[in-house]
């Protein structure tokens, strides 16, 4: 397999080494933690998770979507002292790690599928905003002053006012490549993030940039091991961000391998508990030793992908140049301008946070919006953990005004029959997000049989939307057949919206 693979393989690994590793120091130096630590968490999820782990496609490494409870954790449990908060948000990693193993092992790892993506799209939302207010102040050379998101924001213009011209031309420059090297398609093959670099770090040597405005990567591997501070890891600040990792990693982790499937040309399945014990293992270590919280990370897992990996294997490969790099070229590592790794994480900040999420969320429904919306405020202004909070609360109580019953959300009302060798699924009561999973187990269990199950919606009270989107997932592979879906009334235009019986628009 190896053998067959290898060509396929080794070259989609060196194509995604190439978009990580700007992304792996970017997204460390973010995360107030030491460079070499974003491209160790890769490292190790290259050369271990790669041989745990169930998804063949997707690659695992330091996510930009993590950056922020990162750096909450390292400000909070250092009151000041960053190489401090650092020992101890590692002691954070440990143990979220070991919560993420065991859910592996209890089987919880299919949760996340239930998750309704409101929730989810305004939590990234949010995370994009605080991506972007953070890194604006580096792009243009000047050091904030605000802490708080919406402060960071609100100094942007005070910043663009007071910047650094030469740092400020190389990080607009290195926004402007990425933003627009997509549009070349002939030389799609070559990442946006390595021109980038081609550009900025002559750029440094033409203005004679001053060491501060560079990043600065170790240039012994072993020295750059660091080990966890676990003198506070109980405290109540610890315990908070023991949750945030645990839940948060494993959410996005494995949304992101359900995603890498239905991307997989082969349509490969993954065993969702089997990577998350893989993500686990290698944020274990990558805690120990002194890396960042890792996840199956999606836009490296696109990449991979798009350039034609067979097999797990690239994502072997990937870490492996990653580590030959780190041994072989660490010093034009430290040519890297601030500004220019600051530029490409506010173009992935723009992608979470972009406008157009904001628009399709409001065609699905009104409902819909408000939960985004609502979701991503409260992020803002308190933390992911109420703002995802939020969001679950809100959508339960909307389900429980439109006439769920509390029992709907816990246990499935159905009936079953046979009529012409095919079994019938009559579904009574409400279909939401919480239920998924039973609906799911019912569905594969029927699909054993020869033929595919019919699913009987009918006489259903409610469907939502996440459940929408898992059924149309189904009736696309051809796993089910679904019939009475239409008699039941849609609050907007879109297909996939909150649909009820005798449902009218509107929220």
């Known amino acids: 397999m190896i053998n067959q693979n290898f060509k396929y393989d080794i070259k989609a690994g060196f194509s995604v080494f190439l978009l990580a590793l700007p992304l792996c120091l970017g997204i460390a130096i973010a995360s107030q933690f030491p460079p070499i630590a974003g491209v160790l968490t890769a490292i190790i999820g290259g050369l271990v998770s790669t041989f745990l782990g169930s998804s063949r496609l997707s690659i695992k490494g330091p996510a930009a979507g993590l950056i922020v409870i990162v750096l909450g954790a390292v400000n909070e449990l250092g009151g000041g002292d960053m190489v401090l908060g650092y ?34 799209h305004g939590m990234l939302a949010a995370i994009g905003v605080i991506i972007i207010a953070k890194q604006g102040a580096v792009i243009f050379g000047v050091e904030a002053v605000a802490k708080s998101p919406l402060g960071l ?109 239905n991307l997989d040309p082969e349509k490969q399945t993954s065993d969702l508990n089997k990577d998350l014990f893989s993500t686990g293992i290698g944020n274990l270590i990558s805690s120990l ?15 991979n992908i798009d350039y034609e990996a067979k097999s797990r294997f690239s994502n072997f490969y990937h870490g492996l140049f990653l580590l030959l790099s780190l041994l ?56 992911i953990l109420v703002g995802v909070g939020v969001g679950l609360l809100l959508k339960i109580i909307l389900h429980l005004v439109r006439g769920a019953k509390p029992r709907d959300f816990f246990k499935l009302d159905f009936s079953r029959e046979e009529r012409e060798g095919r079994v019938l699924l009559k579904i ?21 049989r020869e033929s595919k199950p019919v699913l009987d919606l009918s006489e259903t009270l409610l469907v939502d939307h996440t459940i929408q989107m898992k059924l149309a997932g189904y009736k696309e592979r051809g796993l089910l057949e679904i019939k009475g879906l239409d008699s039941l009334k849609a609050v907007s235009d879109h297909p996939l919206s909150f649909k009820k019986t005798g449902a009218s628009g509107g929220t």
């Not at 990693?93 to 929730?119: H, N, R, T």
């Not at 030793?289 to 990449?303: H, N, Q, T």
């Not at 157009?356 to 992020?379: A, E, N, R, W, Y």
């Not at 999973?437 to 594969?444: E, H, V, Y």
């Open 87 to 120: 020992k101890r948000a590692l002691a954070v990693g440990v143990v979220a790690a070991v919560i993420q193993i065991l859910f592996s092992l209890f089987k919880w790892g299919k949760a996340a599928e239930i998750m309704p993506p409101s929730v989810i």
């Open 153 to 261: 924001l609100a100094e942007l213009p005070q910043n663009i006012m007071n910047l650094n011209p030469k740092i400020a031309l190389i990080g607009g420059l290195s926004f402007l490549i990425v933003k627009l090297w997509p549009r070349f398609k002939k030389l799609n093959f070559v990442p946006a993030a390595i021109v980038v670099l081609l550009v900025s770090i002559p750029l440094t040597f033409f203005f004679t940039v001053g060491p501060q405005f560079l990043i600065e990567v170790d240039s012994q591997l072993l020295k750059a091991i660091t080990f966890p501070d676990f003198s506070v890891v109980f405290s109540p600040v610890s315990l908070k961000y023991i949750v945030m990792y645990a839940l948060v990693g494993s959410i996005e982790s494995l949304l992101t391998v359900c995603a890498v499937d």
């Open 289 to 303: 030793v002194g890396g960042l919280p890792m996840i199956s990370e999606i836009v490296r897992s696109k990449a």
């Open 328 to 383: 072989l070229i660490p010093g034009l590592l430290n040519m890297i301008p601030m500004a220019a790794l600051a530029a490409l994480l506010v173009h992935t900040g723009m992608r979470l946070a972009s406008p157009s999420d904001l628009i399709k969320t409001f065609k699905i429904g009104k409902d819909q919006f408000f939960i985004f919306v609502s979701t991503m405020v409260i992020t803002l202004l308190v933390d």
């Open 428 to 448: 009574k009561g409400a279909l939401v997000f919480s239920n998924f999973l039973s609906l799911k187990r019912l569905i594969q269990k029927e699909g054993a």
